[in-house]
């Protein structure tokens, strides 16, 4: 074994992970999708399932719809029609807590280490039935698992720092989605920015896992090797947002083989798959013919035939349902994943935490403080103990009026350009309902507190004496006025910025 081999030992994650024989098996079926934006069609009838203890692999040339597809079981794309199904029940936004999704484009806060990074991850996304103990070992396990040790202290990095490689990253997403423990573990392109003995070590672990813990993993892939190929249960061939083939990877080169397209056993089957996927204008028309004869006659009505599979209608609209029924319309796992993983109070502390390491960068720089100061000169000696008469009204309502507004620019500028780049993140993170919305912006404006009072404040107060601006109670006045106007700010900015949607 090598030592690429050794580090990526996911069947380690034993420890973490309930034993196969604990686990309920399950069956993800996705039947008719459609997905339309305003100009095309990106995915036209796509049907498929995926089940527990085995590999679904989707494949296809660039564009044709993988990443399209992965949202939309993922609930991040709205989907024009048809179903997505989990052992027969619509999969709503309750049983998407128990889906793991690694996305193409990893986002993270560039500011947070790695170890930062997946500390947050499994205080607000595991449940408080583990202890902190429990928690942090899982994270141990995992980054050795995933041979991310050597890292563990550096930054995520972005296009400003340098921190984490391509395919660290990428590594510390899985490890980010593995900590949870998903039933369901949705991959797109895990194998890319690594090199092939690690691609392949990835894969076998993650196979591993599916088959050990009973897992249900649907992955992206462009060329995987001959032995990778092989490690899949199930293919799903899409070309140009249509299916190209459904069915049992094994049984995928013998169905173009009896199309009339001849296959080289000398060559990587999924070498051959992509080189008719991407064919001329007949191949691909061919294989688009084929494929839908294929999916009416048997995999589509597979899929339906299946002990799991149930049509929307006759889902009879499980939320109405409920709503008649009462809070007891869940089974008892279903009502498990209807809370949020941690408590109210937990969330608050670990977004608090986070959102404290990210804006710390830019609290009290050297530059913002002096700026402050050399400001508050100007206004100062301007000002300098102006008259108190009626003439000077104008000029103290003047003087009030800018610094309020200078402080208000300078939160809504800091507040855009740091919030903007959390988008992705917060996105991410509430579509798995990792945390209430509510409680994220309140963290937002309790863990950047020292960056909203200190400076605003001391503005204030060297400007409000320096120009004599009247007594103490004015003072406090004043300030309070200007700490509530930073506040408000910084809060409907967060709210503009984060909003979902
Ligand atoms: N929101 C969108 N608006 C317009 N076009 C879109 C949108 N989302 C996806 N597309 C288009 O849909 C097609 C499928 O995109 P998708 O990202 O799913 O492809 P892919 O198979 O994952 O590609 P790759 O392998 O290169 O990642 C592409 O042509 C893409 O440009």
Known sequence: ?????????????????????????SELVFSDLCVKNKSK????????????????????????????LLHSLAGKTNVLSGDITLNGSLFDKQQRRRLGYVMQDD???????????????????????????EKLDRIQTI??????????????????????????RKRTHIACELLTDPDIFLVDEPTSGLDSSTAHSLMVQLKNYATEYNKTIVVTIHQPSSKIFHMFSSLLLLVEGQM?????????????????????????????????????????????TWSKE????????????????????HCANPRSKNETLGAFAFTPEERETTRWPTSNLNQLKMLNWRSYKQAKGRMFQTYDVIHGFFLAAIYGMVYFQIENSEKTLRDKMGLVFA?????GFQIAISTTLSHS??????????????????????????????????????????????????GVVGYFVFCGIGILNCLLIQEVFTIHILRPG
């Open 107 to 133: 986002v993270f806060l560039s500011n947070l280490t790695l170890w930062e990074t997946l500390y947050f991850s499994v205080m607000i996304r595991v449940s408080d039935t583990l202890s902190k103990q």
């Open 244 to 288: 190209a083939y459904f069915g049992s990877a094994p049984a995928a080169i013998p169905y173009f083989t009896n199309l009339g397209f001849p296959y080289n056993p000398r060559f990587n089957p999924a070498d051959y798959l992509s080189g008719l996927l991407t064919a001329d204008e007949h191949t691909i028309n061919v294989v688009k």
């Open 294 to 313: 294929l999916s009416d006659a048997q995999h589509v009505s597979d899929v339906k035939r299946s002990p799991h599979y149930r049509h929307r209608d």
């Open 143 to 168: 980054v050795a698992a995933l041979g991310l040790q050597h890292c563990l202290y550096t930054v995520i990095g972005d296009i400003f720092q340098r921190g984490l490689s391509g395919g660290e």
């Open 421 to 470: 780049a959390e988008r992705g993140v917060v996105w991410k993170e509430r579509t798995v309902g990792a945390y209430r919305l509510s409680i994220f912006y309140l963290s937002k404006l309790t863990s950047e507190l020292p960056l909203l009072l200190v400076i605003p404040t001391l503005f204030n107060t060297a400007v409000y004496w320096t120009a004599g601006l009247g």
């Open 403 to 407: 610094s309020f507004l200078h402080w």
């Open 41 to 68: 069609e990106i995915l036209k009838h796509v049907s498929g399932s995926a089940q527990s203890g085995k590999m679904l692999a989707v494949m296809g040339p660039s564009g044709s719809g993988k990443t399209t």
């Open 1 to 25: 074994m090598t030592t690429t081999q050794q580090c990526l030992d996911l069947t380690t994650i034993q420890q973490c992970s309930e034993p196969k024989t604990n686990r309920q098996c």
